[in-house]
């Protein structure tokens, strides 16, 4: 148990449809991020928040939309995927601290895209 | 981008004490070594970091030489649960920010 949540654990959606995945830390950090490993590809980093506003956004389509209401939550709204957009999608979070890179990982919710 | 190089895979067994060896040539002054452990189909798991010599935690020790430019995990008395993929990180020396940028990282494979 990291203090790092993500719901849904496992998502099947078509490639319609439109669903979000939910991240909640309890550990007081004020930095999120959201990553996405595929099946033999290292993870990559797709989008990060520091007190809510987001700071960095690694040229990923628009079909993936963040939302950070708060420093406790992230969300990554989902719609016209594509079946490549199959992956293990994680949520970190961290202490804003400059050069550490101490972050610590939810479990991560299984995507399938059918 | 700052990149690493770690051994694919590595094997041992029990008992044994296993040091893993990233390159990062390119780091930036300010940054720090960091390494992560991750099991099949969970989110990585910090282990340790570091700036500069030597740092030890309850579970690993971490060596960086004077010139920054590689880095040794090592994991004493390794246990079959310690079967992971091993990942060195290092800053991205060009933004500077807490840009995580993974590589293929090393997967250990601890044998009874």
């Known amino acids: 148990e990291t203090g790092v949540t993500q719901t849904p654990r496992h998502l099947v959606m078509g490639m319609t449809n439109k669903k979000s995945l939910k991240c909640e830390q309890h550990l007081g950090h004020n930095a999120m991020y959201w990553y996405k490993q595929s099946a033999k590809k290292p993870l990559e980093l797709m989008f990060v928040?520091?007190?809510?506003?987001?700071?960095e956004n690694n040229s990923v389509p628009s079909r993936f939309s963040p939302e950070c209401p708060n420093s406790s939550h992230l969300f990554l709204h989902l719609h016209t995927l594509q079946p490549e957009d199959s992956a293990l999608y994680l949520c970190?979070?961290?202490?804003?601290?400059?050069?550490?890179?101490?972050?610590?990982f939810g479990p991560g919710t299984r995507l399938t895209v059918t | 981008l700052a990149k690493t190089t770690q051994p694919i895979s590595m094997d041992s067994y029990e008992g044994q004490e296993v040091n893993i060896t990233c390159s990062h040539n390119?780091?930036?002054?300010?940054?720090?070594i960091t390494w992560y452990q991750q099991f099949p189909s969970q989110g990585p798991r910090f282990i340790i970091q570091?700036?500069?010599t030597k740092v030890t935690n309850e579970v690993a020790s971490l060596f960086i030489p004077a010139d920054r430019k590689s880095s040794t995990l090592s994991l004493p008395r390794v246990s079959l649960s310690d079967t992971a993929v091993y990942y060195c990180?290092?800053?991205?020396?060009?933004?500077?920010?807490?840009?995580?940028?993974f590589g293929t990282g090393t997967r250990l494979l601890v044998s009874p």
């Open positions: 570091g700036y500069k």
């Open positions: 990180l290092v800053g991205d020396g060009d933004t500077g920010f807490q840009k995580l940028v």
């Open positions: 970190a979070s961290s202490l804003d601290q400059g050069n550490s890179y101490e972050q610590y």
């Open positions: 928040y520091s007190l809510e506003e987001r700071v």
């Open positions: 390119n780091i930036a002054t300010n940054d720090y």
